[in-house]
């Protein structure tokens, strides 16, 4: 008899965590009968956070004892890696798996894959996924969560998307004030070197940006991606002493932290995923003008005038008095992405912009930041692990790792 597994699609509206809940813990729902009195297992993002939280907390390792490093420590890859060893060892009757491939780089999504693959044999799995590039290969029976409804279907095919038919009509709105910078050149990095604790993370980086290009930054985890956005930006203190110039003046030689971090455009998912505050729409996406997260001074005309244009390029105008805090997170993304575009800085970074996002809000998201980069003159680098179906970036920087620091290459595009 041929083992069942499940492969559930999930959109930013589904009501995730009370089917896995009600997977875990009961009344399974319809559908998955064959789990009855079983107990089950989870791997997600948020079971690797538990652990973390315990491990912090009793002072000990606990899912992996016997190795050098801390739960904490590892890269995403080897979390989940370590994670799924643990769950083995417990010997499940199933495993439900969470967006199991989200923020890992293509070499461990694939040795993830692998191991997947030998447990199939004997474990049902469960998966839930945003992504349709993110099916695993032994799935046999297919349904997508619509909020709380399951709705099951033949093959995944059946759940058709839109992909790269949403537009936006309207031209990017002109900013307010412009940016007057000397030269060229934007950033660069002339033979870059970083290390922790004697451990080499960057070895001879070389790259070069001008004005208005637009970048993808891709690396394995733990390749230094962070590392070389954190010097660009004036969070880290490797870049003085090296030849690393930012907006055409050469680190440590009199600027501060703060004039850097008003001319870049900045936003990574974990500036909002754990946001509590309560801020309008539109005031969450004025406050770009001042780099806080949410907006705690009163605008002016113009920046509402500005505002309403930015909510109306990307549809959301009618909400422009909802909290940002009740929205989807396909619709936070969006908002984020034009708070950081606002002032058209001359730098914007998207750091793993459409992690944890469906299909259809990365493609959204993606064709946004397509158009900007098109019609502003913002210098773009987007960060991400997967490679984004659609995204128009004219050059590619790839870090290599390796045991003596990671080594760039441009690639073609």
């Known amino acids: 008899m041929t083992q069942k597994h499940w492969a559930i699609f999930t959109a930013n509206t589904s009501q995730k965590s009370e089917l896995i809940y009600a997977l ?24 690797v956070e538990r652990f973390i939280d315990k491990e912090d ?24 890696k370590a994670l799924l060893k643990h769950i083995l060892s417990t010997q499940p009757d199933f495993i439900v798996l969470d967006n199991p491939f989200d923020n890992l780089d293509t070499t461990a999504q694939e040795d993830l894959k692998v191991t997947l ?19 695993l290969p032994f799935t046999n029976t297919f349904a997508k969560l619509e909020g709380k409804d399951l709705i099951f279907a033949e093959n995944a095919n059946s759940f058709s998307n839109q992909l790269g038919k949403e537009q936006f009509k309207n031209d990017i709105p002109q900013p307010i004030h412009s940016y007057e910078i000397e030269g060229d050149t934007l ?19 070389n790259w070069h940006i001008k004005k208005g290009e637009f970048w993808e930054l891709r690396g394995r985890n733990g390749s230094g991606k962070t590392t070389i956005l954190s010097m660009i930006t004036g969070e880290n203190p490797k870049g003085y002493g090296q030849e690393l110039y930012i907006f055409g003046r050469k680190k440590g030689t009199g600027e501060s932290v703060w004039e850097i971090k008003k001319r870049i455009g900045y936003f990574t998912p974990s500036m909002t995923d754990k946001f509590t505050g309560y801020h309008s729409v539109s005031h969450m996406i004025i406050s770009g003008f001042y780099d806080s997260v949410g907006l705690y001074i009163h605008p002016t005309e113009a920046q509402l005038r500005l ?27 969006l908002i984020m992405c034009a708070r950081a ?31 900007f980069a098109t019609q502003s003159n913002t210098t ?19 870090l290599e790792k390796s045991d003596t620091g990671s080594t760039g290459k441009i690639l073609p595009s």
């Open 307 to 333: 505002a309403k244009e930015w909510l109306q390029l990307i549809g959301l105008w009618d909400m422009k008095d909802e909290l940002f805090h009740d929205l989807s997170m396909g619709q936070k993304r």
């Open 24 to 47: 875990l813990e009961g009344p399974l729902p319809e559908g998955f009968k064959e789990l009855k009195n079983l107990n089950g297992a989870l791997l997600s993002k948020l079971a």
């Open 187 to 205: 950033i660069d990095l002339k033979g870059v070197g970083v290390s922790y604790n004697e451990k080499p993370i960057l070895r001879d980086i």
């Open 341 to 371: 575009m606002i002032k058209h800085p001359p730098l914007l970074i998207l750091d793993e912009p459409t992690a944890g996002l469906d299909d259809d809000s990365a493609a959204l998201f993606v064709a946004l930041v397509n158009k």
């Open 117 to 135: 693959g030998k447990v199939s044999a004997h474990t049902p799995m469960v998966q839930l996924l945003s992504r349709k590039t993110d099916l």
């Open 57 to 80: 907390r009793h002072g000990s390792k606990i899912i992996t004892s016997g190795t050098a490093q801390s739960l904490k420590s590892m890269s995403s890859g080897e979390q989940k």
């Open 380 to 398: 773009v680098i987007f960060v991400s692990h997967r490679k984004e179906p659609g995204l128009e970036a004219e050059f590619i920087y790839q």
